[in-house]
């Protein structure tokens, strides 16, 4: 990764060994990671703690590269109120394809890759994959970390051990909001 | 449970042990049911295998009870193409609210009712919820089964260790299509 | 028509002459019917003003007769707030198929069908339209009256001379709301 | 305008007069914009032929113009397949507020402005505008047109003299389709 966004310091996926990584792969300009893969994203990190799921964005730009610099980045970013790390893949001289996103062999955006608690692969999906598909794997996983104390069987709105109350009602602060911007 | 739909025999908690369980309580006149409850219960259908997960719905009349009959009901079932297990919530006399119910203390409709291996209601929830939510609690619940066993590592589409292949891209026959009855 | 609900009198076509009017024609258990055709005849009635557009609703049952009786489509039409005038199209001895389906040669539900201010039938169309598409023919269709006066050219909101200011953003009130129905 | 694409020549109002024109002020970076305004000038181009109702793009940058150039438009117009003109509105000197935008006293993006056969601005609308609205405004000006003849009182699907049949069946040609960008 050559830099990185919504993050003080570089992140390492060592460092993040024991918990469930979610990685979505995207470009800027690209429809469906903008219509559905970011957006999916943004729910997860809502809806699970940092604790248990870390998400992560990886700009992996293949074409285009002009117009999808680093300046573009942070604009749509801020503009999509995008608040988890993100970082930009690095440039792979001679090559369209960048260096992340050949190691991972990802063969396209959005690509969502899942990576358990112990670093190992456990998704590596081109398109869209279904939110109850996802989260079916998410709680799998999440389940499967050793430290995963017995969720008390407590009855009524706890979702899981983990899981944010109400997370999914707590709509984004965004600059431009859902409909439109407006001239300030 | 007064009459059952969609399965040959009666069917009992008991008998479900080891699996979780979704119960989706509904009314085929509630808005909410038909436009998100009912389709949310199709797709955990096809989405987990019934070793791991049983969908059973349950038809709890509190309002207009003549206009929601069994025979309505028959026919309302074979338009939507529903094909999990349905019962019909066993009236009480001198009470709108029937038996099942009032047992579960269930709200409204529609309400979901989630019951891990061992029987312990995890979840008992009036109005929607979101899909990422439900997979989530869905796939920690499958997981804590004893019976269990520690999923392969492969890598790739494998989404969790019992989920059908590609189950969500299969679209379920219909007797309407999702647009429009043709006169035969 | 056997019988009419959400009116006090009988409506004739020769009495709605002048206006445009959209019959709606469908099944309260016909899928594509409650998921859109119903809501967008709703979304008609609330933008054109009925001095220029009239919605009018025709239960044509042409299957599974008895679970679709008038006492049930009286609770349908209640829980789905609809009310603009709907007509239970006749029954024809000996056949399955209704007198105004057959005498409209409508070929299933939803269907729709556009009168002009003349009388003439200007779209007879199975299954869903689009809404850019039908409110481009209901705009045609109004401006063509004799009566329409030429519009005044103010610029801004004022979308058409006769179009509710701001309707579609009025909710109507519902009995069960759009996410559930709750115990009373 | 300082620059058009999608256009051989330059596009002047004047020359459209007699046409019904739909302007579409949008910013490559509003999520509004990208999601519900860019679809439904799209949609507008594919149902009414350009004889009728004329649609073109502005893009009017008040913020973050940086990010948002003209060789970024360019390869945004193309992975969105939008095919109708665009035009760049001119930036001014020591205003973030670019000159067409100024003109018309637009308030942000997505603005929707439609113009009439003499020339006269009848909308001029902030934010999204339901397609049953617009299309019943665009239907009401293209039928006040002095040269529309009396459309024949045919049956049937024809929906409106001069609206393509079946126009919105056919997809356009996608570069990313809508639901990733493959790498070649």
Redesign the interface.
């Given at each position: 990764v050559a830099q990185w966004f919504n993050t003080d310091s570089d992140i390492t996926l060592d460092a993040l060994r024991g918990r469930v990584v979610l990685l979505h792969a995207f470009?800027m300009?690209?429809?469906?990671?903008?219509?559905?893969g970011l957006p999916?994203a943004m729910?997860?990190q809502q809806?699970?703690p940092a604790s248990e799921v870390v998400v992560l964005g990886l700009h992996t730009v293949?074409?285009?590269h002009?117009?999808?610099g680093a300046?573009?980045l942070?604009?749509?970013l801020h503009?999509?109120r995008i608040s988890f790390p993100v970082g930009v893949d690095s440039p792979v001289r001679g090559h369209p394809?960048p260096a992340t996103m050949q190691a991972y062999a990802?063969?396209?955006?959005?690509s969502l890759v899942v990576i358990?608690h112990?670093g190992?692969?456990?998704?590596?999906?081109?398109?869209?994959?279904?939110?109850?598909?996802?989260?079916?794997?998410?709680?799998?996983?999440?389940?499967?970390r050793p430290d995963t104390s017995e969720?008390s069987?407590q009855?009524?709105?706890?979702?899981?051990?983990g899981?944010h109350q109400a997370a999914?009602n707590e709509a984004p602060p965004?600059a431009?909001?859902?409909?439109?911007?407006?001239?300030?």
């Open positions: 470009q300009l690209c429809p469906g990671c903008v219509a559905q999916q729910k997860v809806l699970f293949f074409e285009h002009a117009a999808m300046d573009a942070e604009v749509f503009e999509y394809v990802l063969r396209g955006t959005p358990d112990k190992v692969v456990r998704l590596n999906h081109l398109g869209h994959l279904d939110d109850l598909q996802l989260g079916a794997l998410l709680g799998t996983l999440v389940s499967q969720p069987s009855v009524g709105e706890a979702v899981s051990p899981v999914l965004k431009c909001d859902d409909t439109h911007c407006k001239i300030g």
